[in-house]
């Protein structure tokens, strides 16, 4: 591999850094943001007094067609739910990470329609996975050549299985990352990581944990988180819902390309 340089610019941000002007915009901005921008958008209070839950994801769909060419989806597979909800009144904090997508790889764009929040917590968390890049190599660049390699992440219908965590590709650096998925995948094709594997990972997490690097999000009723896939880590805090029979957290979500 050629040595890794700096990503910098507007991508490479960390979240201490970051105000809420630098990424509210209306919708005729969010393609700009994403694409040179911080790599993230969101809108805010989208009519939704009429549509039901299911209804809200073409609200969704036809923001993100906009900037995108939106993937259809096979509902009979696991993960593929256009509406995600909490399987419990309470969730744990779900870890910055990038959603593996569908063949023939990952999904460009992610987008999350908020139709109804928490009762509390659930707020969104987003890292540059960018600026873990440039972080790394300026504190641990013995790490990189192995974040370069590729990784198995998990087996299944409809998934592009193998990756790296770092690639270039038309001169522009792409990120994938999912510490679970990567754990389970070696496993289940009969590599488990190397030490040095472990150690590149563990250097990753320990960047992505910097709550400087971290800018936390609430989205209320009908707000619109748009994500480029490819750059950015999106995540959760642990939540509450009331308790039945109100109705808990609701999102819809659509990928593109």
Known sequence: MDA???VGGPSAWQGAELEER???????????????????????????????????????????????????????LPGHNLLTAGRQRDEAEL?????????PRPARLMALLCVRPAGSGGDSLLVSGHAVHDVLLGSRPEVLPALYGDFDFGDGPGYERVYPVFRRSAGRLEVQYNRYWIT???????????????????????????????????LGRGDLLLVDNTTV?????????????????????????
Do not use: N, Y
């Open 4 to 6: 890794p340089v700096a």
């Open 22 to 76: 630098d990424w509210v915009v209306p919708v005729d901005r969010v393609a700009e943001h994403l694409r040179h921008g911080p790599g993230f958008a969101v809108v805010r209070g989208l009519d939704l007094e009429a549509p039901a839950d299911e209804d809200c994801v073409e609200v969704c769909r036809r923001i993100l067609a906009q900037v995108g060419e939106v993937r259809p989806v096979d509902l009979a």
């Open 95 to 103: 870890g910055p990470h990038t959603d593996r997508g569908m063949s």
């Open 184 to 218: 389970r995948g070696q496993q289940e094709c009969g590599s488990p990581l190397t030490d040095r594997q472990v150690e590149a990972l563990d250097a990753f997490d320990e960047v992505v944990a910097d709550p400087r690097m971290v800018l936390r999000v609430q």
């Open 233 to 257: 880590l999106h995540g959760r805090t642990a939540f509450v819902d009331p308790p039945p029979p109100r109705a808990g957290r609701c999102l819809a979500r659509v990928w593109a390309d």
